[in-house]
């Protein structure tokens, strides 16, 4: 079995430790370091092992993921350059951060593989975006899916769209929550309890996600089966489209990718 190691012990990486542990049965082959005492503790406390520094991880592992924030890439991967080598697989989950950039920073044409995971993978319900270099052999390649794939959901995208694509499932997520905050706030001011409309909001997510998934149906043709004509659903797409909803998407999803491109700078 692979060993895997965590350089970073953040809820991303707990959520995947914990994907792992579930599948294998098994901690003891993984591997981790953070800086705080508390997320080593509760690592330790899953019955992983605890390594003494971040090059540690690397030379006790045989594959590493990068589970640290993009401001902190450079000093991580300055520090455990000296531990990189061609038989050792990195991923890196952090927004912006290219192949090349991992490579050029370890100093090694090491296999990387780039990820944008999402945090639905807390409970299993992850939405992975992966890609890997080309020198990745078979066995590490479907290690690194396995483990994303454990979680949820997981799809294979060509580099030059990474850093588009964390719009579309890696903050994507933040988007959905904010639409139904807006929605409870307007049961609310309507005087409707706000957790029985959260309840209602939440399931008709559940079930609209369903039915693009099984209905057979596209985006357009299922908004036209729910929308009458002269109707309350149409009154509310009418005033959407006054307001310019589906071009704030856009803009926002291009706003998302070009912070993604300035953070691998």
Do not use: W
């Not at 997320?39 to 520094?53: D, E, H, P, T, W």
Request: glycine content about 8%; hydrophobic content about 40%.
């Amino acid at each position: 079995m692979k060993k895997i190691g965590f350089i970073g012990a953040g809820n991303m990486a707990t959520a995947i430790v914990k994907g792992l542990i579930a599948q294998k049965g098994s901690a003891s082959f993984i591997y981790t370091f953070d800086l705080s005492e508390e997320k080593r503790a509760a690592m330790r406390g899953l019955g992983v092992n605890i390594c003494a520094s971040s090059p540690d991880v690397v030379r006790r592992s045989d594959i590493i993921v990068l589970a640290v924030k993009p401001q902190n890439y450079a000093e991580v991967l300055e520090e455990i350059g000296s531990e990189a080598s061609l038989s050792k697989t990195f991923v890196s989950i952090a927004a912006g951060i290219s192949i090349g950039y991992v490579r050029r920073a370890l100093g090694c044409e090491c296999p990387v593989v780039r990820v944008m995971p999402n945090t639905p993978l807390l409970l299993k319900k992850g939405a992975t975006a992966l890609c890997p270099s080309d020198n990745i052999g078979d066995e590490d390649r479907q290690a690194v899916y396995e483990m994303f794939a454990g979680s949820g959901v997981c799809e294979y995208i060509t580099e030059d769209h990474m850093n588009e694509i964390i719009a579309v499932n890696g903050s994507s997520p933040a988007y959905i929550y904010l639409f139904a905050k807006t929605m409870a706030d307007y049961a609310q001011s309507c005087g409707i309890d706000r957790d029985k409309a959260m309840n209602l909001i939440c399931a008709a997510f559940e079930g609209s996600a369903a039915m693009l998934r099984e209905s057979g149906d596209s985006p357009e043709e299922l908004i036209q089966k729910v929308s009458s004509k002269g109707g309350t659903t149409i009154a509310a797409l009418d005033m959407l489209r006054e307001h310019g909803f589906e071009e704030a998407i856009l803009d926002a999803m291009d706003a998302c990718t070009r912070r993604a491109e300035e953070l691998g700078r």
